[in-house]
């Protein structure tokens, strides 16, 4: 996620200055994957460190609806935006820096993450969760997680896609100029193509099988994919200079009816027909299929809808803003340590986990922000977040 988070920090400042709301982007993309995380501690289904499931109907409808319409676009949306600064970056530095670049701003913090952090998260749940009471130390005797990327599997995957990338620029020297600027027709079937392929990749992997030690849900990659590859040619061919509010306004109305209107219609097949949450998330089921299709085209639709509406009304100088930008990456890769810290801290508290979320994802957010904030403060580490 770094390059996402640092790149356009480092380009030419007269693209920089037509490049504000992208900055401003991500810091609304950094709060929302707190926020979403938070959902799946208190009621969405997912995997976390920690979690107390609320039991409340309506809650877990209503958190499930809002992990779906984020998992549709926040992640795809992030290689999109990080493999815009990649091309001119790569001009600039040549091969080798560049690649000796990536290597150290994103795999330090892997070996950070990996070895450190999530080894203290562990120990966390393990010792206040679990109510196993026994030292760090004692705990590190026994413990063989220490191969675990966390939320850093979009670092390794953004990694190994850039390295692909570079190895092709090398082997076929691949000429993504002449791409005119997408419409909504075509935004469209390219999102019911990619549903299409998504289905059938979650056939064999489902979502939440995960290939370890990566970490890499691979039924949600096909999307991670194809987005990489249209931000480098997004780059190529300047689509976000040539981008404005009239290209994609109709989208705005497309995705609040995708929202309001086939979602609750997806999940009545659940009600209704008594489906199984596993037919929606992969395997030959109609519903699988319908799940894909409406993923895929609702977030590939957000992606362009939020990019006019970012241009239109992001796209303006605010200290605050650059300052939430500038520590983004620290918050994304801190951002777990505070969530688990939380939750633990009311784990003993006597109400519904829903209202423990409205407690901690606002806290969450602004926790990591601050402690973000004063980690690129400190000397050295400023140089890698």
């Known amino acids: 996620m770094s390059a996402s988070f640092t790149q356009s920090a480092s380009t030419d400042p007269p693209l920089r200055g037509k490049l504000l709301y992208i900055d401003h982007l991500k810091v609304l993309l950094t709060a929302l994957v707190i ?15 920690y979690f107390e499931k609320t039991e409340i109907t309506g809650a877990v409808i209503a958190m499930t609806m809002a992990v779906s319409i984020d998992q549709s676009f926040f992640m795809g949306f992030f290689f999109f935006l990080s493999a815009l600064f990649i091309p001119g970056s790569l001009k600039r530095k040549g091969s080798a820096v560049f690649v000796r670049d990536r290597f150290f701003r994103l795999g330090i913090p892997l070996i950070y993450y990996s070895l450190l952090q999530a080894t203290i998260m562990n120990f966390l749940v393990y010792r206040y969760a679990e109510n196993h009471d026994i030292t760090f130390k004692q705990f590190l005797l026994g413990y063989d997680g220490w191969i675990d990327v966390g939320v850093l599997w979009f670092v390794l995957a953004l990694l190994l896609f850039t390295l692909c990338y570079i190895i092709y620029t090398k082997i076929a020297k691949p000429d993504f100029k002449d791409w005119s ?12 193509v990619l549903g299409l392929i998504t289905f059938l990749i979650r056939t064999v992997f489902a979502v939440g099988w995960v290939l370890e030690p990566l970490g890499f849900q691979l039924g949600h990659f096909p999307q991670y994919i194809a987005m ?64 894909a299709l409406w993923e895929q ?18 796209n303006k100088s605010s200290n605050f803003m650059n300052k939430m930008s500038r520590c983004a990456f ?27 979320f409205l407690i901690v994802a606002p806290l969450g957010v ?20």
Request: aromatic share 16%; hydrophobic share 60%; with cysteine.
């Open 366 to 385: 602004t926790a990591s922000f601050l402690l973000g904030f004063a980690v690129v403060k400190i000397p050295g580490v400023n140089q890698l977040v």
């Open 228 to 291: 990489f590859i249209f931000g480098l040619i997004a780059a190529e061919n300047h689509w976000i200079s040539r981008i404005d509010q009239q290209h994609y306004r109709k989208l705005h109305i497309f995705v609040f009816c995708m929202i309001f209107i086939g979602f609750p219609f997806i999940f009545s097949l659940k009600i209704i027909f008594g489906q199984p949450l596993e037919w929606f998330v992969g395997g030959w089921h109609i519903a699988a299929l319908l799940y």
């Open 35 to 49: 926020i979403h995380h938070a959902l799946v501690t208190y009621g969405a289904p997912g995997g976390w460190y």
């Open 330 to 356: 620290a918050v994304y890769i801190l951002h777990p340590l505070v969530l688990v810290a939380l939750s633990l801290l009311l784990k003993d508290w006597a109400v519904d986990p829903s209202i423990k």
């Open 297 to 314: 085209i609702i977030g590939v639709s957000l992606m362009a809808a939020l990019l006019t509406f970012g241009k239109k009304r992001l």
């Open 181 to 192: 600027l997408p419409s909504i027709k075509q935004i469209l079937f390219f999102a019911a």
